[in-house]
């Protein structure tokens, strides 16, 4: 590993900490999780969830190909070329730094993946590659909800931009419609947050992802969360499936 840590310099209680959670890591099954989901379904709430209950390691493909650049890894260096091209980076590339991921230890308990598969022929190639591992997907996670109840969550959404305080026109409203409680001051509404982009957003989404959704669900490992429940809920239903 090329950023070396001198374990002399970490502090006891951090080595003592990270020694019981491996301990208390070491007893839990494996799992392979992909989490699919559109925006705003609560993925983001319940995936760190699953993976300090299960030990599991969070793959974001996004965040892997940024940092592999940054590192300059042999796979990054050829990503960084395709970027700069303007082109998409190739699923075999995305599908090996996956594969280079895996050999950490923090995913030694498995891994969720996040925002991939988002095709079939992406879902095929992860399959490939997990076999050669002797290993395979275990449960796929689908935060089924109605795009109604996402529009209603998202488009409610206003933000005070210099605190980041959020507000929700039905489920958190500020005291003055349209102002901070603390300052005053006009909230916005983020672009990503109107009902035009958010439809389009689902559509894409829909279109793209339902086909990877039925070929898990010929492999028998689809699990359909009631992602319009309260997320403590989806946490309870999310227990039950992977116990």
């Not at 839990?28 to 983001?44: A, E, F, T, V």
């Not at 489920?171 to 990503?192: H, M, N, S």
Request: proline letters at 7%; aromatic letters at 4%; charged letters at 30%.
């Amino acid at each position: 590993m090329s950023t070396s840590v001198n374990l002399e310099d970490v502090p006891s209680e951090s080595i003592m900490s990270e020694l019981l959670r491996r301990m208390k890591c070491s007893s839990k099954p494996d799992k392979r999780l992909i989490l699919i989901g559109p925006p705003g379904s609560g993925k983001g709430t319940q995936s760190p969830i699953i993976k300090d209950e299960y030990c599991l390691c969070h793959l974001a493909t996004g965040d892997m190909l940024r940092a592999a650049v940054a590192a300059k890894t042999p796979l990054g260096i050829k990503a960084k070329e395709a970027m700069d091209k303007g082109e998409l980076v190739s699923d075999d590339l995305v599908v090996g730094i996956i594969d280079e991921a895996l050999k950490k230890p923090s995913c030694q308990k498995g891994f969720i993946l996040d925002g991939f598969p988002r095709t079939v022929v992406q879902a095929e190639k992860l399959d490939v590659m997990l076999q050669n591992r002797g290993t395979k997907v275990d449960k796929v996670l689908n935060f089924a909800i109605d795009d109604a109840i996402l529009e209603e969550r998202i488009t409610g959404r206003w933000i005070h931009p210099a605190s980041g305080r959020s507000y929700h026109t039905k489920f958190a409203p500020p005291k003055v419609p349209g102002t901070d409680d603390v300052t005053g001051e006009p909230l916005i509404q983020r672009k990503d947050d109107t009902a035009a982009v958010l439809k389009s957003r689902l559509e894409a989404f829909h279109r793209q992802t339902e086909p990877v959704i039925d070929y898990y669900a010929k492999k028998g490992n689809v699990v359909n969360l009631p992602a319009e429940k309260p997320p403590q809920a989806v946490t309870a239903e999310v227990k039950t499936a992977l116990s």
